[in-house]
């Protein structure tokens, strides 16, 4: 056995311990928002927060969680940055078929978490390695703007 916190609850998961995180969280815990992409860590669909961190969950072994805390896109509204995110992601309609969305949102709110106004060049590096294959690139990079301009990092008023 296996015990593992996302978001926030401590669940003990009969698995092997080089079993993909995302599994774990998907098909063990029952948490659907994270979605399965390529399955090679390349279109970040899969991504959520170990420590606060994003990590592409379909090839992160669960045995390398430990005793770090995840976070999935189920529980990232809870937090200051990850609200002021989605509520960017809404006023500027990012979504179009959704699939890639809950990936974004992890790596947009892990963006603003160490870079609160972060410049376009900045917004293009952190989320290059996730993928959107209808192309909203452009209202993703204006709802990290919105959500930056709104003081969405840890700490600052919004």
């Known amino acids: 056995m296996i015990t593992v916190t ?3 609850a401590s669940h003990q998961v009969d698995v092997t311990e080089d079993m993909p995180l995302l599994w774990v969280i998907r098909d063990v815990i029952g948490l659907s928002g994270t979605k399965f992409g390529c399955g090679i860590a ?3 669909a899969c991504t959520v927060h170990v420590s606060g ?3 592409r969950s379909c090839l992160y072994p669960i045995g390398q969680v430990g005793a ?3 976070t999935t896109i189920e ?3 809870q937090t200051p940055t990850g609200a002021k995110v989605q509520q960017a992601w809404l006023a500027s309609e990012v979504v179009q078929c959704g699939y890639c969305q809950s990936g974004q949102i992890m790596s947009a709110t892990a963006l603003l978490d160490v870079t609160p ?3 376009d060049a900045e917004i293009d590096q952190a989320m290059s390695g996730n993928i959107c294959r209808c ?3 452009v209202r ?3 709802a990290i703007h919105q959500a930056a301009e709104a003081g969405a990092a840890v700490g600052q008023p919004g």
């Open 6 to 8: 996302v978001n926030g």
């Open 42 to 44: 390349q279109c970040g």
């Open 53 to 55: 961190k994003p990590v």
């Open 68 to 70: 770090q805390p995840v």
């Open 75 to 77: 529980a990232i509204g």
């Open 117 to 119: 106004s972060p410049t």
């Open 135 to 137: 192309g909203t690139y």
């Open 140 to 142: 993703i990079r204006e």
